[in-house]
């Protein structure tokens, strides 16, 4: 006997935007898009439509009586102080602070680490609503001046200036239309290195696509228009450019970026050399390049060229070619993730079964020892100079919030530096990590997290949540909002999908271009064996996904809508064949291949999720959410494909969507918006699941 549906007696009275008369040939195929027209953010038609589905999405979210206690109790355990790793830089010591409901942390500084720490940039003075964020900072070699970049409402366009660190007083420096770029000192202090585009239209400034990427020098004390120009590429569009100084203060070492690829390419320029000129030391995009550091001419680099999970090789730049190069730490079973020189000696970080293992080494590769943890989780950090003997790591799991300590590389011991009260017992929450097969037979590790006590009768509501792409990781971390759903009785599974970057570069692959849907089918799989494991039912799963973890969850629920009881789609690329004609989409197509290849149009139309709404069929409790100011993943997937969803269900469950104003893709978004955003998520799962809070 099924039950009867909750939403049966509720009718969902949706908006009505007009469907144009725009066809679209791709290779012969003719595609529709009616409602190309969302693409247009500012236009009164969308805003119209904007304001008409936030009233039906907050009228709903409004009558659900868990919202408020979810909202309060969310509020309650975010009030923590939450520590950032301190790092040091010339005589001061830097790091990162949350009282525990400011909606950004505070940048302090202090001499040493038992003096009271002084305020060095605070960013919730720099707007009411704390929509403007700290996006990039960098400190000169002595500690004197800080540079900071700024976003807007969430936006990718930084503003970056400078501050005085001993006045806390800003310069007159300011660097504008900065994007994917951090900033890096020229050693004597004078100024730093910086990438920018050209000044965009400001009408189209948060959907134009961005193209040709600069790297400048900015000189303290001059106005931007003065900045050297230090590399461009007329003839490469689509290069962007990352300069960072290395540690000896010789050398500029620039990082030749293409999109998303994790390919790159390694040029350098002797700083210490007049008009000294640019040298492409790596000219082929064949490989990833990470710069370690280096001894005079002999550059240190991680790579996975002919080492998927990655190695250390040497170069010597005086005798480059590839034939002298030497392997100093060669390819491990672990997936090495980044790499570092303290007290002389290499720290490497590496993911297994995507958690964290760090890794001591000396400078010829011979292994020293393994640092330990408490347990399995992430661990972050490990930063400073390459004679320091001290640094800082921060280790979380799923019920372990970050924990900072000091290590000591010396004496090889770990102290708590710093380390939060949330108000929880992690001892009533176990974590477990099974392996389950795919449908090709791809073995994928999947973590559960729970209560204890645990009734594995079919009936728990699960969270199943994803990312799947860009060689990204999903390791174990800590979530105020996820504890709350673990404390309503609710499961949380997170596998780790092909596409990511667990395994190495070819696990990464495998889930790219024409292998996109292996991730589906590895997400689909999880869902698949936690029913049949008795965890849970269709009817009370839940899956969810930001970003391309959106557009897993778009095409997951096309694909197989009776298999999830709901899905929330966040700020997801969801229209596969215009992905690239916004903003920074055009580099995802390393990624997910382009419509204007034959075949990868025929692979991107079969997952497509705007292109693969079937008008008549029942689909899941959708809410989508996305924001007006995210131009990462332009607002346009999400409208267009909340209209064409509403068009084309017909069952009684409701498909809605969220539209946050004054907010981005994510990053630096304020904690007061971050709470209301998922006490709207719990209740919109407690009322469509049919969960007893």
């Given at each position: 006997?099924?039950?009867?549906?909750?939403?049966?007696?509720?009718?969902?009275?949706?908006?009505?935007?007009?469907?144009?008369?725009?066809?679209?040939d791709?290779?012969?195929?003719?595609?529709?898009?009616?409602?190309?027209?969302?693409?247009?953010?500012?236009?009164?038609?969308?805003k119209?439509?904007?304001?008409?589905?936030?009233?039906l999405?907050?009228?709903?979210?409004?009558t659900?009586p868990a919202r408020?206690?979810?909202?309060?109790?969310?509020?309650?355990?975010?009030?923590y102080?939450?520590y950032?790793?301190?790092?040091?830089?010339?005589?001061r010591?830097?790091?990162f602070?949350?009282?525990?409901l400011?909606?950004?942390?505070?940048l302090?500084?202090l001499?040493?680490?038992e003096?009271?720490?002084?305020?060095?940039?605070?960013?919730?003075?720099?707007?009411?609503?704390?929509?403007?964020?700290?996006?990039?900072?960098?400190i000169?070699?002595?500690?004197?001046?800080?540079a900071?970049?700024?976003?807007?409402?969430?936006?990718d366009?930084?503003?970056?200036?400078?501050?005085?660190?001993?006045?806390?007083?800003?310069?007159?420096d300011?660097?504008q239309?900065?994007?994917?770029?951090?900033?890096?000192?020229?050693?004597?202090?004078?100024?730093?290195?910086?990438?920018?585009?050209?000044?965009?239209?400001?009408?189209?400034?948060?959907e134009?696509?961005?193209?040709?990427?600069?790297?400048?020098y900015?000189?303290?004390?001059?106005?931007?228009?003065?900045?050297t120009?230090?590399?461009?590429?007329?003839d490469?569009?689509?290069?962007?450019?990352?300069?960072?100084?290395?540690?000896?203060?010789?050398?500029?070492?620039?990082?030749?970026?293409?999109?998303?690829?994790?390919?790159?390419l390694?040029?350098?320029?002797?700083?210490?050399?007049?008009?000294?000129?640019?040298?492409?030391?790596?000219?082929?995009?064949?490989?990833?390049?990470?710069?370690?550091?280096?001894?005079?001419?002999?550059?240190?680099?991680?790579?996975?060229?002919?080492?998927?999970?990655?190695?250390?090789?040497?170069?010597?730049?005086?005798?480059p070619?590839?034939?002298h190069?030497?392997?100093?730490i060669p390819?491990?079973?672990?997936?090495?993730?980044?790499v570092?020189?303290?007290?002389?000696?290499?720290?490497?970080?590496?993911?297994?079964?995507a958690?964290?293992?760090?890794k001591?080494?000396?400078?010829?590769?011979?292994?020293?020892?393994?640092?330990?943890?408490?347990?399995?989780?992430?661990?972050?950090?490990?930063g400073?100079?390459?004679?320091?003997t001290e640094?800082?790591?921060?280790?979380?799991s799923f019920?372990?919030p970050?924990?900072i300590?000091?290590?000591?590389l010396?004496?090889?011991?770990?102290?708590?530096?710093?380390?939060?009260?949330v108000?929880?017992?992690?001892?009533?929450?176990?974590?477990?990590?099974?392996?389950?097969?795919s449908k090709?037979?791809?073995?994928?590790?999947?973590?559960?997290?729970?209560?204890?006590?645990?009734?594995?009768?079919?009936?728990n509501?699960?969270?199943?949540y994803g990312?799947g792409?860009?060689?990204?990781?999903?390791?174990?971390?800590?979530?105020?909002s996820?504890?709350?759903?673990?404390?309503?009785?609710g499961?949380l599974?997170?596998?780790?999908l092909r596409?990511?970057?667990?395994?190495?570069?070819?696990?990464?692959?495998?889930?790219?271009?024409?292998?996109k849907?292996?991730?589906f089918?590895?997400?689909?799989a999880?869902?698949?064996?936690l029913?049949?494991?008795?965890?849970?039912s269709?009817?009370?799963?839940?899956?969810?996904g930001?970003?391309?973890?959106?557009?897993l969850?778009?095409?997951?629920?096309t694909?197989?809508p009776k298999?999830?009881?709901?899905a929330?789609p966040?700020?997801?690329?969801?229209d596969?064949?215009?992905?690239?004609?916004f903003?920074?989409?055009?580099?995802?197509?390393?990624?997910?291949?382009?419509?204007?290849?034959?075949?990868?149009?025929?692979a991107?139309?079969?997952?497509?999720?705007?292109?693969?709404?079937k008008?008549g069929?029942?689909?899941?409790?959708t809410?989508?959410t996305?924001?007006?100011?995210?131009?990462r993943?332009?607002?346009a997937?999400?409208?267009?494909?909340?209209?064409?969803?509403?068009?084309?269900?017909?069952?009684?469950?409701?498909?809605?969507?969220?539209?946050e104003?004054?907010?981005?893709?994510?990053?630096?978004?304020?904690?007061?918006?971050?709470?209301?955003?998922?006490?709207?998520?719990?209740?919109?799962?407690?009322?469509?699941?049919?969960i007893?809070s």
């Open positions: 006997m099924t039950e009867p549906n909750q939403f049966s007696s509720q009718t969902f009275v949706y908006p009505q935007p007009h469907q144009a008369n725009q066809v679209d791709y290779h012969g195929t003719q595609v529709a898009d009616p409602y190309r027209w969302l693409e247009d953010p500012d236009s009164d038609e969308t119209a439509w904007i304001e008409a589905e936030n009233k999405t907050f009228g709903l979210l409004e659900i408020d206690r979810l909202k309060q109790r969310l509020t309650q355990l975010w009030n102080e939450k950032g790793i301190p790092f040091k830089q010339g005589e010591y830097f790091y602070k949350n009282d525990g400011q909606n950004q942390s505070v302090y500084t001499k040493a680490l003096d009271e720490p002084v305020v060095l940039l605070d960013p919730n003075t720099l707007s009411e609503d704390g929509t403007v964020a700290l996006s990039g900072l960098s000169s070699e002595d500690g004197q001046h800080l900071y970049g700024l976003s807007i409402s969430g936006s366009w930084q503003e970056w200036k400078v501050r005085a660190v001993e006045t806390g007083t800003d310069t007159d300011r660097v239309w900065v994007k994917f770029s951090g900033a890096s000192w020229t050693h004597d202090g004078k100024g730093f290195f910086y990438s920018r585009y050209d000044e965009p239209d400001e009408k189209s400034k948060l134009a696509v961005n193209y040709y990427q600069k790297l400048y900015h000189r303290l004390g001059t106005p931007q228009s003065d900045d120009l230090i590399y461009e590429r007329p490469q569009k689509d290069w962007g450019f990352g300069g960072g100084v290395s540690e000896d203060g010789r050398f500029l070492i620039i990082s030749v970026w293409l999109g998303t690829d994790p390919r790159n390694v040029f350098y320029k002797d700083l210490t050399i007049a008009n000294a000129p640019i040298v492409e030391l790596i000219n082929t995009f064949e490989a990833s390049y990470s710069f370690i550091d280096n001894d005079g001419d002999r550059f240190w680099f991680s790579t996975d060229l002919e080492a998927p999970r990655s190695r250390v090789v040497a170069i010597d730049t005086t005798n070619d590839r034939a190069w030497q392997e100093v390819q491990a079973a672990e997936t090495l993730e980044g570092g020189i303290l007290n002389n000696q290499f720290v490497a970080s590496y993911l297994k079964d958690h964290s293992q760090v001591l080494f000396d400078l010829n590769g011979t292994p020293i020892r393994d640092v330990e943890f408490p347990g399995l989780g992430s661990v972050g950090g490990f400073g100079k390459r004679h320091d640094t800082f790591y921060s280790f979380t019920t372990t970050a924990t300590y000091r290590y000591d010396v004496k090889n011991e770990s102290r708590v530096f710093r380390q939060p009260n108000d929880f017992n992690p001892d009533d929450y176990e974590t477990k990590q099974v392996f389950y097969s090709d037979g791809t073995q994928i590790p999947m973590f559960i997290v729970h209560k204890k006590g645990l009734v594995l009768d079919g009936t509501p699960t969270f199943l990312y792409g860009f060689g990204v990781s999903l390791t174990p971390s800590f979530s105020v996820t504890l709350v759903w673990l404390e309503m009785g499961i599974a997170e596998p780790s596409g990511g970057g667990e395994y190495g570069e070819d696990w990464h692959q495998a889930g790219t271009k024409l292998k849907q292996n991730v089918d590895d997400f689909i999880a869902a698949e064996w029913i049949d494991h008795k965890y849970t269709p009817k009370k799963l839940a899956i969810a930001g970003s391309n973890g959106g557009l969850v778009g095409a997951c629920m694909q197989r298999l999830f009881g709901a929330l966040a700020v997801g690329v969801m596969m064949l215009r992905f690239h004609k903003t920074i989409g055009w580099a995802w197509i390393s990624e997910y291949g382009t419509p204007e290849n034959a075949d990868e149009f025929k991107l139309y079969a997952y497509s999720p705007l292109h693969n709404l008008a069929a029942s689909y899941p409790a809410l989508i996305t924001a007006d100011h995210d131009d993943v332009v607002p997937h999400s409208f267009k494909f909340a209209a064409a969803l509403q068009a084309a269900h017909k069952g009684d469950a409701p498909v809605m969507i969220r539209i104003t004054k907010a981005g893709h994510g990053a630096g978004k304020p904690t007061a918006k971050i709470i209301e955003e998922s006490a709207d998520k719990w209740a919109f799962l407690v009322k469509v699941l049919a007893e």
